[in-house]
């Protein structure tokens, strides 16, 4: 499929900067057959007790960092851990980094190592040192074909101003925590502020490791979610680690030649059993979000049952896909020709969301992550 069937024009104005509050006065559009136009918290009269929510609490880190390599100002968007400790740097500068590294790293006890994007990209070569903030600096490694760089951060308690009895992972968590960024989606054009930090995050969130929100899932407030399983509608969690390859842009002109970024994900045993046993007794899946669903269609069988998973996944859902396990989706409102309007495509149908993304557009909806949401029915 050509990458361009999955383009749609759409104004700036339409692209929420800041979330609506409460959370659940959101708009929500319920795509079937037809459309209805619903406020975010009717949704709970929009399911029925035996349905289950199967929600992504995965908690977004502060993973954008500011440093510098000289006089030059460097970004980075954290992206994936690697395992420690860290290699030495490899390629030019080595010889002349190498001390410098080992001598970190005798004070730090071990580097911690991370792919990332940095911009500008074309600044940085292997062996270069991007200092972040004192006791806080990036050593770069190799660079890979998708424009990331491996980072190895080294944390001098000491000189960073944080408690001296850390081991090393918990002192590079806390200099995330002081120094580090939320990490906004590039569309919204402007800079984090204190409130991100509370506002970029669901309310469910667990366990750390997204460098992006699972946007669907902002939309819930506690009232809702008492009001849902009042009404003897399930919820369950699984987890995703939302990466930054989410918001890269396909580049290629086919789909077939896209290749997908992963992420890690997990799903233990005794939710696996508990999410196949209401299915088995009728009820709906409702996956919240595009996380959530990849999950578990990654780890359905055929039949559509779950065991338990923890590991990579890169699947790219695209118009043809057969959906195992997933009957609904809710989900903001996502780019043109992005990988995740093609997944919406897959599961409700190419036209019909190209004609609701058109009713949200005349009818004021507000876009993407801070936006507002869809509750979509899988095309029978």
Known sequence: MKVSDFDFALPESAIALHPVSPRDSARLLAVSKFFFDFTFRDLVGLLNKGDVLVFNDSRVIPARLFGKKGDAEIEILLHKPCPHPAPLPQGEGEEKMNP????????????SLWRAFIRPGKKIKPGDVITIT???????????DTGEVLLSFIVIPAKAGIQPALNPQDAFRAMLQKVGHMPLPPYIKRADDASDAAEYQTIYARH?????????????????MDALKAKGI????VTLHVGAGTFQPVKVEDT???IMHSEWASIDDATAQRINAARAAGG???AVGTTALRILETVAANDGTLSAFAGDTDIFITPGYQFKIVDRLVTNFHLPKSTLFMLVCAFAG????????EHAKTSGYRFYSYGDACLLDRQG
């Open 234 to 237: 399930s919820l369950e969690y």
């Open 100 to 111: 410098l590294l080992r001598e970190m790293v005798a004070q730090a006890g071990e580097a």
């Open 208 to 224: 750390d490791g997204s460098v992006a929100a699972p946007t669907a899932g902002l939309h819930f407030t506690e009232p809702m």
């Open 350 to 357: 190419t036209h019909r969301m190209k004609a609701a993304y």
């Open 284 to 286: 709906k899946i409702v």
């Open 256 to 258: 077939a030649d896209h």
């Open 134 to 144: 004192d006791g806080f600096t990036a050593i770069a490694h190799e660079k890979y």
